[in-house]
């Protein structure tokens, strides 16, 4: 079992920041959290669920969508079985609700994350 919670949504204005954090909970005989790549992923009303950004295990390697390359930071602490992810200079169209996932696979594809948090809700007003 691995459950994901997400926090750190709210509304801001566009321009600010905000960063997200995901507590992570491993109840497995065979894996902890450092097993794990994560990802964070996020959805806007009427449209599909888009990667926004991944780390490895190690925080060796991160990834980004285009979409967040230069304004967004992401980072793990798996001394705490955190994932965090830092949004500056948010935009309108960053409004969405945000997930981070879990896998033990490929980073970059969200069919290979097993497991979701729940969401957490970002708003950018102008």
């Known amino acids: 079992q691995v459950q994901l919670v997400e926090s750190g949504g709210g509304l801001v204005q566009a321009g600010g920041s905000l960063r997200l954090s995901c507590a992570v909970s491993?109840?497995?005989?065979?894996?902890?959290?450092?097993?794990?790549?994560m990802g964070w992923f996020r959805q806007a009303p009427g449209r599909e669920r888009e990667f926004v950004a991944a780390?490895?295990?190690?925080?060796?390697?991160?990834y980004f969508a285009d979409s967040g390359k230069v304004r967004f930071t992401i980072s793990r602490d798996n001394a705490k079985n955190t994932v965090y992810l830092q949004m500056n200079s948010l935009k309108l169209e960053d409004t969405a609700v945000y997930y981070c996932?879990?896998?033990?696979?490929?980073?970059?594809?969200?069919?290979?994350?097993?497991?979701w948090g729940q969401g957490t809700q970002v708003t950018v007003s102008s």
């Open positions: 491993v109840r497995t005989f065979s894996t902890s959290f450092s097993t794990y790549h």
């Open positions: 780390i490895s295990r190690s925080a060796s390697r991160t």
């Open positions: 996932a879990a896998t033990l696979g490929a980073l970059g594809d969200a069919n290979n994350y097993s497991y």
